[in-house]
């Protein structure tokens, strides 16, 4: 149990456009899930928790106009990069942590999608 | 503020044993977890630790001192797919992970 999905798991597009990246919780409702981001050989880096029904919590530094965080339900997250530029390509992954009745707080993490910006 | 340290980098023979260590300090503690991550994938779930001690688990054990803020991940009879980078992780008082930089382990024939 305790799968995430993330879609889509590649995506190229040109500077300016949005991306939307979507991360579900396939077997369970996930109030809480964690957005980061990875640059290459470095660690991840948390950019926003999204809690469902409520507004995100971004980290500082991340311009939450620019990465755009819906949690309309309990098992579906979107991050929305808008009008993307080259420095915005990474490795997005999301993280949703384990329901209650789990032995601890562990985070299962999503397959990650991989943003390339032309 | 909140720092996690590991190593870089480091590199051990297939078959053989290898430590990999991590230190801490952090606002509270809720728990260390150790993910492994291969390039280009997303972190899987090794282990976790929230009581002093070792915790096995097939090949791989986990150790932790709360008083010493430490703790390791040991992998036994390693095989050439553990080639990956390790990460350690703190859930500290907010219940929000603090990740180390994390390790990359090179296994060589």
């Known amino acids: 149990g305790a799968v995430v999905s993330q879609h889509p798991s590649r995506v190229i597009c040109k500077s300016g456009t949005s991306v939307k990246i979507e991360c579900r919780s396939l077997d369970f409702q996930a109030t809480t899930m964690f957005w980061y981001r990875q640059f290459p050989k470095q660690s991840l880096m948390l950019m926003a928790t999204?809690?469902?029904?409520?507004?995100?919590?971004?980290e500082q530094g991340v311009e939450k106009d620019k990465f755009l965080i819906n949690h309309a339900s309990l098992t579906l997250s979107t991050l929305t990069v808008t009008s993307a530029h080259p420095e915005d390509s990474s490795f997005y992954i999301c993280?949703?942590?384990?329901?209650?009745?789990?032995?601890?707080?562990?985070?299962?993490f999503g397959p990650g999608t991989r943003l390339t910006v032309l | 503020g909140q720092n996690i340290d590991q190593p870089t980098e480091m590199t051990a023979t297939e078959g053989a044993i290898v430590q990999i260590n991590c230190t801490y300090q952090t606002s509270g503690f809720n728990g260390l977890f150790w993910y492994q991550q291969h390039a280009g994938e997303a972190p899987t779930f090794l282990s976790y630790?929230?009581l002093d001690g070792l915790e096995e688990k097939g090949r791989f054990s986990s150790f932790l001192s709360r008083s010493k803020g430490y703790s390791y991940l040991l992998l036994k009879e390693l095989q050439m797919k553990d080639s990956a980078s390790y990460l350690c992780?703190?859930?500290?008082?907010?219940?929000?992970?603090?990740w180390g930089a994390g390790t990359k382990l090179i296994i060589k024939p």
């Open positions: 630790n929230v």
């Open positions: 993280s949703a942590r384990v329901p209650s009745g789990f032995d601890h707080n562990e985070q299962f």
């Open positions: 992780a703190v859930l500290d008082s907010n219940y929000q992970l603090i």
């Open positions: 999204s809690n469902e029904g409520s507004k995100a919590t971004y």
